[in-house]
């Protein structure tokens, strides 16, 4: 049964009359300030990333690690300008996989349907200043940090022995074509994945840290060690972190970010009254989950904290009290939470929180072990191997529970919602560290290291990627001494 | 290029019905050729990644020709 949303964000993206309405401005408004907000502290994650990768990476590679990630803001901005926004708007569909509640079409959504991807062109008219769009920008915005964080996740595994260039290339891939697809698929209130798998993940466990954790490890699959990592007997040997402040500061920051992200991944307020068809005159504002399932800024506030607190006690349980890995444990415990914690009790938050780290920890050493994988900043273990417990967490916890306020069904029908299953939640972790996370990584990484463009000369890595850079500053305090 | 030149008379200006007498439409230049933009963007985005790839290749191809050991930079840290 098709229930086709008839507000949602229409009311805000054609909103011509609620701007001359007082009250609807004011909703409008309050919005588009809310998604502006979300975009600031969310910038943080990025800052925090660059610290993080500076404080890890050694003295002579300094300034090329931070030129890199700070790189990805340009390549991965224009990008999602260029295709990556339209990707979202338009792969709901899978395509072919189940119809849209908008147009019952399995197609791509590029007809006139109210949330087309043709709305989203860089040549559209509101893909740019228009007095009548409030929406379209601080959402393209709040999703393009998203890609950022994407994006960043990757870069700091890789650190020391990759070129920017074939960064620059892995960026755009992770940050504007696969994480966008998979949001399409399992985020989007019209996915695939929502109405076969009952897919659920409010706060991105899988569609941005699963993802990006197996793409990461794909790219380091191919990428290989860093020079000295492991010994001639191939036991690993530990690197770091050189810069344990910069590294403290960089988590802290990203933590701090995460709360934006939390924000962002909400709709503020919005009446589900006329949007569920609860009948004439029934009103019900709410702030909702992505999925537009209700849910509230104070409830999640309690998981956010109580997730960060069970990761932190795992991390700092774990590893004896290592500083990086305690760090890193609160950022693992809000990853396995956040597939449910539109939803969970904080209590419950916490101890998933705190297994997630757990499972995380002992995952990156075996993995590393067995298959010396060189990890530098234990990312694919914090978003991947977090992401991926999280959501199969998740379909127990939350099984039974919609997977949308639309329409709920059985698994597999596709015209209607499946409810949060173990089984569903299982095969989208799949699809995302995966099918739209590993594979992918390993491909344009095989493909790049096909070209001779994926690694740096091993001259060069022994030397420093600064070493140029170095010397240059020498010979400068030199002349001026 | 102007889209407006008159803000009184552009948001005075009936549109359709819908928007009950208030222009609210796209206000920024050039409104129509987006197209030309969007080419010249997509050349010069081009252009960076082959630009920058080869210089990037050229240093670092350069460096490893000379070559120097694991410790060398330590010798070059400037002090100020």
Same mark, same amino acid.
């Given at each position: ?11 805000l ?15 409008t ?5 809310y ?11 990025h ?14 590679h ?71 769009d ?74 941005i ?13 191919v990428?290989g ?32 970010g ?9 709709i ?13 005159g ?30 932190l ?37 916490m ?63 596709g015209?209607d ?15 995302m ?21 994926l690694r ?11 070493y ?14 | 290029? !102007?889209? /407006?030149?008159?803000?009184?008379? $552009?948001?005075? *200006?009936?549109?359709d019905? #819908?928007? &009950?007498?208030?222009?609210? @439409? ?10 030309m933009?969007l080419?010249? !963007?997509? /050349?010069?985005?081009?252009?960076? $990644?082959?630009? *920058?790839?080869?210089?990037? #290749?050229? &240093?670092?191809?350069?460096? @490893? ?16």
């Amino acid at each position: 049964m098709f229930v086709a949303p008839n507000r949602l964000f229409g009311v805000l993206l054609r909103e011509e009359k609620n701007m001359t309405d007082g009250l609807g401005a004011l909703m409008t408004i309050f919005t588009e300030f809310y998604y502006w907000i979300t975009v600031v502290l969310m910038f943080l994650i990025h800052v925090g990333f660059c610290m993080y990768e500076v404080g890890a990476s050694r003295y002579k590679h300094h300034q090329h690690t931070l030129m890199k990630n700070t790189m990805l803001i340009p390549l991965v901005t224009v990008t999602w300008f260029f295709f990556g926004w339209w990707i979202y708007w338009a792969f709901p569909t899978g395509p072919g996989l189940a119809p849209s509640i908008m147009n019952e079409s399995a197609a791509l959504i590029t007809d006139e349907s109210l949330f087309s991807a043709t709305w989203y062109v860089p040549t559209s008219n509101l893909m740019a200043v228009n007095l009548g769009d409030h929406i379209s920008g601080v959402f393209w915005a709040a999703f393009l940090l998203f890609s950022w964080t994407a994006a960043s996740i990757v870069s700091g595994a890789i650190i020391e022995r990759i070129t920017t260039f074939a960064f620059g290339i892995l960026a755009i891939a992770i940050g504007s074509v696969f994480w966008t697809i998979d949001a399409a698929w399992g985020w989007h209130f019209d996915g695939w994945m929502l109405k076969l798998l009952g897919y659920h993940d409010a706060y991105a466990s899988g569609v941005i840290h699963a993802i990006a954790g197996g793409f990461a490890l794909g790219v380091l699959a191919v990428l290989g060690p860093r020079i000295g990592k492991f010994s001639s007997s191939g036991e690993p040997r530990n690197i770091g972190p050189r810069n344990p402040w910069f590294v403290a500061i960089g988590l802290f920051l990203i933590y701090t970010g995460f709360w934006g992200f939390y924000a962002a991944c909400n709709i503020p307020i919005f009446d589900l009254g006329p949007e569920y068809g609860l009948g004439d005159g029934v009103t019900f504002y709410t702030a909702t989950s992505i999925y537009v399932t209700p849910t509230t800024l104070s409830g999640i506030t309690f998981n956010f904290l109580m997730s960060l607190s069970g990761g932190l006690l795992a991390g700092y349980w774990v590893s004896k009290g290592d500083p990086f890995w305690t760090y890193s444990g609160g950022l693992a415990g809000i990853i396995t939470a956040s597939a449910g914690n539109d939803l969970y009790h904080p209590l419950q938050a916490m101890m998933i929180a705190a297994f997630g780290t757990w499972c995380a920890y002992k995952l990156h050493y075996y993995v590393e072990r067995k298959f010396k994988i060189d990890d530098a900043v234990g990312a694919v273990a914090v978003h991947g191997y977090a992401g991926v417990v999280g959501l199969i967490i998740c379909g127990f916890v939350l099984w039974g529970y919609p997977s949308s306020g639309y329409s709920v069904g059985s698994m597999w029908v596709g015209t209607d919602y499946a409810p949060i299953n173990p089984l569903g939640m299982f095969i989208g972790a799949i699809i995302m560290f995966g099918v739209l996370g590993f594979l992918p990584g390993w491909i344009l990484a095989k493909i790049l290291h096909g070209a001779g463009k994926l690694r740096i000369p091993r001259e060069v890595e022994l030397a420093g990627l600064d070493y140029n850079i170095i010397e240059q500053a020498r010979k400068d305090e030199r002349a001026v001494g | 290029m !102007a889209q /407006v030149t008159d803000w009184i008379k $552009h948001l005075t *200006t009936d549109v359709d019905a #819908a928007t &009950e007498g208030v222009q609210v @439409a796209d206000i920024y230049p050039a409104v129509g050729m987006e197209w030309m933009w969007l080419t010249v !963007a997509v /050349v010069f985005w081009l252009w960076f $990644h082959v630009s *920058t790839g080869a210089g990037e #290749a050229e &240093e670092q191809q350069k460096l @490893a020709r000379k070559r120097p050991g694991a410790n060398d930079y330590k010798k070059n840290i400037a002090e100020w």
